[in-house]
């Protein structure tokens, strides 16, 4: 979930300037038509991790907006008053009316994740407490509150070096304590709790929007967009008289340029030779996975995704290879039949999972609903937004029942896409393989490009993640696919 | 939640013969219509206690309709194919297409109930599992599946007399088996868990449908009639071409005559010596309870809701009367403020919550929502049908922070009532009391009733019940609810 938190996104000073004020302007009058409509109230959570920049966010939005319209409330342990009513009470007595804002900085998220990671309390005790939370925040969706929830994160190394960088200078020195260090040594099983709680709680109607807190421009940017998209979908959706509660959800605004693609250093070098010697390992030590009595109680499921051309095929190839034919299952996914056109989207996925010691590959996947029926319109937002949950969901229910998932996103650049294009025209027994379709879907790549990245940070879960892999060079590509997945596999067999 | 099933429903002979053949007919083409239309699947999900007719209307849907049309799937211990997949698999495998109907006879519900009902699982294992089936059923629902989950219910009696009755007749001797006697020993249990389990999963888009299973030919007519009308209501808003997921949900359709309020038999005799001695005893009684420790821990919250003139009033002052007035207060819910229609609902509520030791008396509540909202149409069908489960989920909140939540319906009888009104008009000091918005509120009780009984049935948890009071004697219904507040605060609090 973290993916396109940790990439370092950055703002120059230059173009923060050119933004700031724009921003400002937009927020403010987004404010202040709110305060006259009284249409709805907006909620803002803070939550995140410590020196992520949330105290500072909170301090923008209140320059950059009128603040008497502000509420901000900063949630620490309960008060007496408080520990004598329900755990929501203090929460409630803290919402905004109508019309205004509030920030809820620490909220009914904090406790929760702090007990899990620390270990007072179990997961099946948390998970009800986060299901309690759904029925909170749906409430007041369908109440019609615009709930913007923001988690601001920071890689381990970013949290490392923000408190060396504290400690070094004498005049900031003083705001590191001893709990900083503390939480710091725990920082890996507090993201694995916030990652759960994330997922668990990020549906369609109330998404978390995951903000990298390492940059103090990219994220006020990041924040202030996010929050004016939001607010002015509503206002908009109040102008036309549709019922507010059913404006779409918030996604993140793109602010720079840099994405999980375009991060990506496409054209890795691998010789003929290197690939050979490899793959034969790597063949080797998966045939000898899947063999053991370990795998006899387990599953593989594999999906395969990415653009045309960047060589799926090839890729699960060279993992059947090492397969026995009785084992696996190759399941190319197209446009759906009539008798699954009939059924829930998930239904044709469903039928073809894989018993125990065996193997599922699935060439294109259920991502196709957050992919090309996102971006082709097959479906509304709606559709595609609650898709993100539904598809952790059924992957949780995948990795309990003893699945490995392990998913695959393949990357070409546009030249290499191409000419390998080209090179399937040329060539009598690859032309099958290129249609007006491939020619078409190409010239849609950059709507597709925020689709994927959507994708990867909202379905990158602890149970199942995502590996991108750079596919210009297809040994590269093939080796790291089999050496992620030899590796993996080995890992969940316990070896 | 199962107080109306328990009334001993009836059909006669001559009413199911003239209701059974439209209504066949009424079914045989709806089931067309839909499979000509192919807009949605039907899931007709079918539990409930043993002996309570879930097999003989399984039956009995098949005859009425074209069983070509209807997939029936039984499920039993998974077998070792389905053990391998998720605990789902089976239940997606069995899903129908759109256009036809598939009855679910023992489902997803079935595992988790018995499991908890024997001690196998934890509460929050529990929970957890209900948080997965209501985001499956929310992910039907949103593709558009008609789901209609019936519980069949049989009162502890209800179920002894049956076995008996079976155990009797030397031809049905060999149907009784020493599990049904075991599990007859275990009805409490599996009652508590099984009401547990309908709340937390009797949601706005697919609330459960209690039905009493007692009399063949009411169980019969009140599934048909359910069914229909959510058939239909989906058939008409694919009509219109509204998106079929926005189709308001099903309530359970009236058979007979016979509901929870006309069950009540109002004038129950008391006179002035029984009601002030009575009266006495248990204030002193209650005056002790809230003063003990014990109580110093805890809170109690008193719904009072009833008809105009049913006497709300007089029985609030006469449990005031026992209490110290720094320790309660008394809150008449009327319209909102515009400070409180600036925040959903519910908020007027949560500010008004009692500290520890101390009690709060409300005159109507938050029940408003699914009484006088619903039938003045000042929220929508789809407001009101979520507020049941949001409703269950405050007050389930308020009794997990310690509070004892007791609420009264009072019932006046139609002449009991206009007397009351002729007698305010007549005194000069009680005329304030009397206004045309209470003629009017009169003439609309048939309105009101329907929806009482829903509110009661759909409200009353093993948290927080209901106490019906009949209220055409004052002293009765006074002493009743002294009685019922003494007795449920005493065991509270461990007397």
């Given at each position: 979930?973290?993916?396109?938190?940790?990439?370092?996104?950055?703002?120059?000073?230059?173009?923060?300037?050119?933004?700031?004020?724009?921003?400002?302007?937009?927020?403010l009058n987004a404010q202040f038509e709110l305060l006259e409509k009284?249409?709805?109230?907006?909620?803002?959570?803070?939550?995140?991790?410590?020196?992520?920049?949330?105290?500072?966010?909170?301090?923008?939005?209140?320059?950059?907006?009128?603040?008497?319209?502000?509420?901000?409330?900063?949630?620490?342990?309960?008060?007496?008053?408080?520990?004598?009513?329900?755990?929501?009470?203090?929460?409630?007595?803290?919402?905004?009316?109508?019309?205004?804002?509030?920030?809820?900085?620490g909220n009914w998220y904090s406790e929760p994740i702090g007990d899990r990671a620390f270990g007072r309390i179990k997961k099946a005790r948390l998970d009800q407490r986060l299901s309690e939370f759904n029925r909170f925040e749906a409430m007041l969706a369908a109440e019609g509150v615009l709930l913007v929830k923001f988690w601001f994160h920071l890689s381990r190394g970013g949290q490392k070096t923000r408190l060396k960088a504290l400690e070094a200078n004498p005049d900031t020195r003083w705001r590191v304590r001893e709990a900083d260090w503390l939480f710091y040594e725990e920082y890996d099983r507090y993201r694995e709790v916030a990652e759960h709680v994330l997922r668990r709680t990020s549906t369609g109607i109330a998404p978390w929007v995951i903000v990298?807190?390492?940059?103090?421009?990219?994220?006020?940017v990041h924040v202030g967009r996010t929050l004016l998209d939001g607010m002015q979908r509503k206002?908009?959706?109040?102008?036309?008289g549709y019922r507010t509660r059913l404006t779409a959800p918030l996604l993140p605004a793109q602010v720079d340029q840099r994405n999980l693609l375009n991060a990506l250093v496409l054209n890795q070098p691998m010789d003929k030779k290197t690939y050979e010697k490899q793959l034969e390992k790597l063949q080797g030590r998966l045939a000898l996975a899947v063999r053991?009595?370990?795998?006899?109680?387990?599953?593989?499921?594999?999906?395969?995704?990415?653009?045309?051309?960047?060589?799926?095929?090839?890729?699960?190839?060279?993992?059947?290879?090492?397969?026995?034919?009785?084992?696996?299952?190759?399941?190319p996914i197209a446009a759906p039949s009539d008798e699954e056109r009939a059924q829930p989207y998930l239904w044709r996925f469903w039928r073809r999972?894989?018993?125990?010691?065996?193997?599922?590959?699935?060439?294109?996947?259920?991502?196709?609903?957050?992919l090309v029926e996102r971006v082709e319109g097959f479906?509304?937002?709606?559709?595609?937004?609650?898709?993100?949950?539904?598809?952790?969901?059924?992957?949780?229910?995948?990795?309990?029942?003893?699945?490995?998932?392990?998913?695959?996103?393949?990357?070409?650049?546009?030249?290499?896409?191409?000419?390998?294009?080209?090179?399937?025209?040329?060539?009598?027994?690859?032309?099958?393989?290129?249609?007006?379709?491939?020619?078409?879907?190409?010239?849609?790549?950059?709507?597709?490009?925020?689709?994927?990245?959507?994708?990867?940070?909202?379905?990158?879960?602890?149970?199942?993640?995502?590996?991108?892999?750079?596919?210009?060079?297809?040994?590269?590509?093939?080796?790291?696919?089999?050496?992620?997945?030899?590796?993996?596999?080995?890992?969940?067999?316990?070896?």
């Open positions: 979930m973290f993916e396109s938190a940790e990439l370092g996104h950055r703002l120059s000073k230059a173009e923060y300037d050119e933004i700031d004020p724009q921003l400002r302007t937009a927020l009284k249409g709805f109230a907006t909620v803002i959570l803070i939550n995140g991790i410590d020196g992520a920049g949330r105290g500072e966010t909170v301090n923008l939005l209140n320059e950059w907006m009128d603040p008497r319209h502000i509420e901000v409330h900063a949630f620490d342990r309960p008060t007496e008053e408080e520990r004598e009513r329900p755990f929501l009470w203090r929460f409630w007595r803290a919402l905004p009316p109508k019309g205004k804002i509030g920030i809820l900085f990298d807190g390492s940059d103090p421009d990219y994220r006020a206002l908009d959706a109040l102008d036309k053991s009595d370990a795998f006899a109680r387990r599953s593989l499921v594999l999906v395969f995704e990415g653009m045309d051309a960047a060589g799926k095929g090839g890729a699960i190839r060279r993992v059947t290879q090492a397969l026995d034919t009785r084992q696996y299952v190759v399941i999972l894989p018993r125990e010691g065996k193997v599922a590959i699935f060439d294109r996947s259920w991502y196709g609903r957050v479906c509304s937002e709606a559709d595609w937004m609650r898709a993100y949950a539904e598809i952790n969901d059924f992957e949780d229910q995948l990795v309990s029942a003893g699945a490995i998932v392990l998913k695959f996103w393949l990357s070409v650049s546009g030249d290499e896409q191409l000419q390998r294009f080209k090179d399937r025209e040329a060539e009598a027994f690859k032309r099958y393989k290129i249609t007006a379709e491939d020619w078409r879907n190409r010239e849609k790549w950059p709507a597709y490009e925020p689709a994927v990245c959507d994708m990867i940070d909202r379905t990158s879960t602890e149970n199942a993640g995502w590996t991108l892999v750079e596919a210009d060079n297809k040994y590269f590509a093939r080796v790291k696919i089999l050496a992620t997945l030899v590796e993996k596999l080995e890992a969940a067999l316990g070896k």
